[in-house]
T-cell receptor, first 114, second 114 residues
Framework: AQKVTQAQTEISVVEKEDVTLDCVYE???????LFWYKQPPSGELVFLIR??????QNEISGRYSWNFQKSTSSFNFTITASQVVDSAVYFC???????????FGKGTRLHILP | DGGITQSPKYLFRKEGQNVTLSCEQN?????MYWYRQDPGQGLRLIYY???????QKGDIAEGYSVSREKKESFPLTVTSAQKNPTAFYLC?????????????FGDGTRLSIL
């Protein structure tokens, strides 16, 4: 069965601290895709990144970075020098090449305190 | 600007009443989706549609119905058979169906029972 686990329900950090959001996934497929989405208080989900199972290179985009490790089935997301605008719910998601659906984790609510 | 428009933002349902949530996209996307979000539960797929005049049940379709008469529109009806309709409903679209396609989301509709 396919599954995405975000063990951290809620995290609070002080502004400018670094924070890592954990994501662990389960699948028996060899081809799959991993996603991160951000849900700000306005409600819509914003796509942040997609990674396919054959590309384990880490990715950096500004203050955001992602660490994909197939050996531990993890796809963790780090925000460096956090800002209040980073406060949101963050979802990790998994989909298989053959399947039309995206499986979402339950999300991690991140509070950045000024 | 291209995007997904959901309306209304807030909706109240009386006992025994059907209500319809609107979702319109001008992204020229073929695939559209409806999700339900409950606190701490992540997103659960209600229905999805790959092309006009075609749609498939998701994981929690009972008590809901949809139609896809136009490419840009995918309304969701919450019927009286849905006994616990209070939730946040999100509509999404993607260029085509396929697990690797990131989805674009609307701002959501919050449905409550009167």
């Amino acid at each position: 069965a396919q599954k995405v686990t975000q063990a951290q329900t809620e995290i609070s950090v002080v502004e400018k601290e670094d924070v890592t959001l954990d994501c662990v996934y389960e699948t028996r497929d060899t081809t799959y895709y991993l996603f991160w989405y951000k849900q700000p208080p306005s409600g819509e989900l914003v796509f942040l990144i997609r990674r396919n199972s054959f590309d384990e290179q880490n990715e950096i985009s500004g203050r955001y970075s992602w660490n994909f490790q197939k050996s531990t089935s993890s796809f963790n997301f780090t925000i460096t020098a956090s800002q209040v605008v980073d406060s949101a719910v963050y979802f990790c998601a998994l989909s298989m090449n053959r399947d039309d659906k995206i499986i979402f984790g339950k999300g991690t609510r991140l509070h950045i305190l000024p | 600007d291209g995007g997904i428009t959901q309306s209304p933002k807030y909706l109240f349902r009386k006992e025994g009443q059907n209500v319809t949530l609107s979702c319109e996209q001008n992204l020229n996307h073929d695939a559209m989706y409806w999700y339900r979000q409950d606190p701490g539960q992540g997103l659960r797929l209600i229905y999805y549609s790959q092309i006009v005049n075609d749609f498939q049940k998701g994981d929690i379709a009972e008590g809901y119905s949809v139609s896809r008469e136009k490419k840009e529109s995918f309304p969701l009806t919450v019927t009286s058979a849905q006994k616990n309709p209070t939730a946040f409903y999100l509509c999404a679209s993607s260029i085509i169906m396929g697990g690797y396609q990131p989805q674009h989301f609307g701002d959501g509709t919050r449905l409550s029972i009167l």
